[in-house]
């Protein structure tokens, strides 16, 4: 359970008035200081949707059903039989989902190919309405080879940092456009409380201030200052609402992922709820319900939270999108769970392969009176508010990716940044003996550790595919020992992956930490390091020399013995490509600024977070800098 949840009485969620009023104030309040506080930035009006609801609500009017059911489907490419189902079933949206990548290849040129065939299609229907391309494009374009990988949220959420965040938002945008594509699945502004969960890397924290902080940001970057500009794509804040907040053993395979979040309305609005209203003033277009539970319910299903709380008591005035097939956990019957989800406020149905049987099946469920029609209008005026918005509408719309952007794509520019935020995510846990930085001049540096020279560790899951992997998974990477061997080139850098050979260097850089995954698959019972880390670890300590380890991780790990043997030790999270970032931390170049984005567990024994009356390894907020030492005083 969830961080101070209390209990939840039976009839909760049917309590009306003045109890859910107080909650609305209370978290309104919150927010309203917390913005207060913050540097201000400018901001998409959260008007801007409602400016065109006119012509939104004056295009359905001339719609057919069908036109209309099209508009409201998703589906996935590498499902669609035929690419003439875009015109002839009027589909309003394509997504790729994690391993969908185009048929001629994983190329810059093949992405853009794809998503400008699928826009000409649109222009042989009556309305000539343009397509929706979505991709999960989460900490860079992460889809595309040769993309700029960022660090995943939790190193960005110990930057503290949402001008940095929006400015990564910014490139990101530009290089989901380079491919066309011009709606992402981003960002994630979950709340996690127990870091078993396999998701915890994309939350920013689990301090709801800071991941309302730099989600906000996040969707300012994406959507830039008008969602028509040419580096703008739609954002997609998600998983709405309570997916960090999951009780172990509720979730896939007794697990976290997609399980329940069993806590009272005001827990819900305090912490898990109170993101979105940062993000829907922020602009945000769409927003992805989550697979998850409330209290048993399925939120794809719960009309009380998608539309009574999100659509009418925040006002949110862009359109919901389902998860992946999540509309098909819903009810067995999957008839009855596209009628449940749309009546309960779904406007968009992500549904990859069963499109023409959604269609269908929706038909059906109107003709029968078992969707109103009124609803059906409304989830359309939604979609097409925000297509208006982007311009997609406007005679002129050009749908072809400009050639400029290619040049950008993956350049310096973009690294540069990704490196700053690498440096600025690192958290220094433990400096004994001022060992760190390291001396460029000295002698010998050995480098241990399997994630030493691992691009993909280094990124993390949602890299090129769904769960990511090992090895060189994107062109244009800088492993840590790359960086290191860059940075000081007079200095002998030797490497072994078990540490033997450190002997007689001046110091050993020991680089351990998780193999990627992602959602489901993320899901731990046990967070301790594995055997091969730790065996590296004590051969370095054996080797008599400093110890100095960094951490590559999605979320903090039980560190067992290997604290103890560090005379140094640094959370480098999920840093992405530019490994040239942790190499200026370890070399002093720049100090560590980072501060935990998590409280720090000393034992299994302490998660969920919050759960144990006993002090934590680490507290929110932790973090230490290089400090000079003492000096030695001169005896007269």
């Not at 000409?120 to 309405?129: F, K, M």
Request: hydrophobic share 40%.
């Amino acid at each position: 359970m969830a961080r101070n949840a209390r209990p939840v009485p039976p009839d909760v969620r049917g309590t009306q008035g003045v109890a859910r009023f107080r909650f609305a104030l209370l978290a309104a309040a919150l927010l309203a200081a917390t913005l207060a506080a913050r540097p201000a930035e400018p901001t998409t009006p959260p008007s801007m949707l409602m400016a065109f609801d006119a012509r939104a609500r004056a295009l359905v009017k001339r719609m057919t059903l069908a036109e209309k059911v099209g508009q409201m489907t998703q589906a996935d490419q590498q499902f669609i039989r035929d690419p003439a189902d875009v015109e002839n079933l009027f589909l309003g949206s394509v997504l790729s989902g994690g391993d969908s990548d185009p048929p001629r290849g994983n190329t810059l040129e093949a992405w853009r190919g794809l998503y400008e065939s699928l826009q000409e299609r649109t222009r042989r229907t009556r309305l000539r309405i343009p397509l929706l391309y979505g991709i999960d494009a989460v900490h860079g374009n992460s889809n595309v080879l040769g993309a700029v990988i960022f660090p995943h949220n939790v190193g960005l959420g110990a930057t503290r940092n949402p001008r940095l965040v929006r400015r990564i938002a910014e490139i990101t945008a530009a290089e989901t456009r380079a491919i066309g594509v011009n709606w992402t699945f981003a960002p994630c502004v979950c709340v996690p409380r127990d870091i078993r969960w396999g998701r915890s890397y994309e939350g920013f924290s689990e301090d709801p201030e800071i991941v309302s902080l730099l989600g906000a940001a996040a969707v300012r970057g994406l959507q830039g200052r008008t969602l028509r500009g040419p580096l703008s794509v739609a954002a997609t804040p998600k998983h709405f609402v309570g997916d960090g907040g999951t009780l172990a053993g509720t979730g896939v395979e007794k697990g976290l992922d997609q399980g329940d979040a069993r806590m009272d309305e005001e827990t819900l609005q305090r912490v898990h709820l109170y993101p979105y209203r940062a993000a829907i003033d922020a602009g945000a277009a769409t927003i992805m319900p989550s697979y998850s539970s409330w209290n048993g319910i399925k939120v794809t299903g719960d009309r009380r939270l998608l539309t009574e709380v999100l659509k009418e008591e925040m006002g949110f005035d862009g359109f919901l999108i389902s998860d992946y097939n999540a509309v098909d956990q819903v009810h067995p019957d999957y008839k009855t769970a596209i009628g449940m989800s749309v009546n309960a406020g779904i406007d968009m149905v992500m549904v990859p392969d069963r499109y023409r049987e959604f269609i269908q099946l929706l038909t059906e469920l109107v003709n029968e009176r078992r969707v109103p029609m009124a609803r059906i209008d409304d989830a359309v005026t939604r979609i097409l508010r925000v297509k208006l918005a982007m311009g997609l509408m406007e005679p002129r719309y050009d749908f072809r990716a400009d050639p400029a952007l290619e040049r950008g794509f993956g350049g310096a520019e973009h690294r540069a940044v990704a490196r700053q935020a690498v440096r600025e995510s690192m958290v220094l846990l433990k400096n004994a003996h001022h060992v760190l930085p390291l001396s460029k001049s000295a002698r010998r540096i050995h480098v241990a550790g399997k994630s030493a020279d691992d691009l993909g560790n280094q990124a993390g899951g949602w890299t090129i595919t769904w769960q990511g992997k090992s090895g060189p998974v994107s062109p244009g990477g800088t492993t840590i020992l790359a960086a290191l061997r860059r940075a000081a080139p007079g200095t002998e850098i030797t490497y072994s992956p078990d540490a033997s050979g450190a002997a007689g260097a001046d110091a050993v850089v020991v680089v351990i930490g998780e193999a990627p995954y992602a959602e489901m698959k993320g899901d731990r019972h046990d967070l301790s390091l594995d055997k091969t880390d730790l065996a590296a670890v004590d051969n370095a300590r054996a080797a008599g020399i400093p110890v100095i380890v960094v951490l590559v991780s999605g979320r903090p790990m039980i560190l067992g013995r290997a604290l103890d043997q560090a005379d140094a030790f640094l959370a480098a999270w999920l840093p992405g490509t530019e490994g040239d970032g942790v190499a200026d931390v370890l070399f002093g170049d720049y100090a560590p600024t980072g501060r935990l984005p998590y409280t720090w567990p000393r034992s299994m024994d302490q998660l969920p977070l919050g759960a144990s009356t006993t002090a934590p390894l680490f507290p929110l907020g932790h973090g230490l800098t290089y400090q000079p030492p003492p000096r030695m005083s001169r005896s007269r």
